[in-house]
């Protein structure tokens, strides 16, 4: 009785049996990942009979272990780095999202194959929607065109947005442009890197800006992207997909200057959310999950 009473204290709200449902997260290395306490937080709410695990898989052992899936009988799994892009070749079936992106976040095993979606997008963009943010005609500044920038920058484009895009290297923003024009999204103007003008002009035009880079993140947080200061007006809304710091310096240097802001806590939460959803059926308390994430970041400060 004890021993079930601390269970319910410390792990899943419930003891594992022969009826325990499996999802997991594969990662490499994956030990500090959040989302186990995520997703166990919203199942033992629910009192859903699911249990959340962290697998550490090695790059070259990713086909081998999302084929097991099936055989283990475990219902999906979310891939994190370096995962996302290299288990394409051993996925059966794909969501546009994933198409588009080009990489899988999320697996679910449905009747025995393998469906690859990833929930980035929707992730993003489900705390823009619940702020009442209107995206169709607006000028959007993209920062990064890494995996992130990818998401974000097919979801805004599908929704109506004017897409203006600075990356480090340059090369990598054409190609993301071009990605989206061949998908007959429109035009993403593309900045020179190290154009401090016409940067500043095109935050000045912005409505949004949406960080999606490194910079910033733990252990670097006194970093800033290289962007001029002076561009961030009070009707211009920054959005930085980094969560960890939760304030991170380019949202502090935001604030400071009256821009209303949204860390990247919620797009984690709401990216795992819609995995959870697709896994179960069951939109999860998201308040519940968002508290977890909370509470494993303070932990790590
Ligand atoms: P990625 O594919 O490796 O892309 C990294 C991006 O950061 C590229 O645009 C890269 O520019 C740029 N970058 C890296 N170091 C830089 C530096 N020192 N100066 C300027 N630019 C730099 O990574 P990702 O998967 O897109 O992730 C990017 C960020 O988004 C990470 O902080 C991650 O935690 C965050 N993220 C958050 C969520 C969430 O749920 N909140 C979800 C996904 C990602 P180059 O092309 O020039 O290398």
Not at 43 to 59: D, E, I, K
Not at 187 to 210: K, S, T
Not at 215 to 239: C, F, K, N, Q
Not at 280 to 296: K, Q
Request: net charge neutral; with cysteine; charged share 20%.
């Amino acid at each position: 009785m004890t021993l079930l009473a601390s269970n319910r204290d410390h792990s899943f709200g419930f003891s594992i049996s022969g009826a325990t449902k499996v999802v997991g997260v594969f990662g490499y290395p994956v030990e500090h990942s959040l989302s186990p306490a995520m997703h166990n937080a919203a199942f033992t709410q629910l009192g859903l009979p699911y249990v959340y695990v962290p697998f550490a898989v090695p790059p070259e052992q990713i086909g081998v272990a999302v084929r097991s899936l099936s055989a283990l009988g475990i219902v999906g799994a979310n891939l994190t780095i370096p995962h996302k892009e290299i288990v394409l070749p051993f996925i059966d079936e794909f969501t546009q999202e994933a198409r588009d992106i080009g990489a899988v976040n999320t697996v679910h095993i449905v009747e025995g194959r393998i469906l690859g979606d990833n929930t980035d997008g929707r992730g993003f963009w489900e705390p823009l929607r619940e702020r009442g943010f209107k995206v169709a005609g607006k000028t959007v500044f993209i920062l990064g065109a890494g995996g992130a920038a990818r998401s974000v920058v097919f979801r805004l484009a599908r929704e109506g947005a004017h897409i203006i895009l600075l990356n480090r290297t340059k090369e990598r923003a054409e190609r993301l442009a071009s990605a989206v024009a061949e998908a007959g999204l429109g035009a993403v103007e593309v900045l020179l890197p190290g154009d401090e003008q016409a940067c500043l002009e095109a935050l000045l035009r912005a409505n949004l800006l949406v960080q999606t880079t490194r910079v910033g993140m733990y252990p670097h947080t006194e970093t800033l992207p290289e962007i001029p200061l002076a561009g961030l007006h009070p009707e211009l809304l920054v959005y930085d997909l980094v969560y960890n710091p939760i304030c991170t310096r380019l949202l502090s240097e935001a604030e400071r200057r009256g821009c209303p802001t949204l860390s990247g806590v919620k797009m984690l939460v709401y990216q795992g959310a819609f995995a959870f959803q697709r896994w179960t059926g069951v939109w999860p308390p998201t308040d519940i999950m968002e508290r977890a994430v909370l509470d494993g970041l303070l932990k790590k400060i």
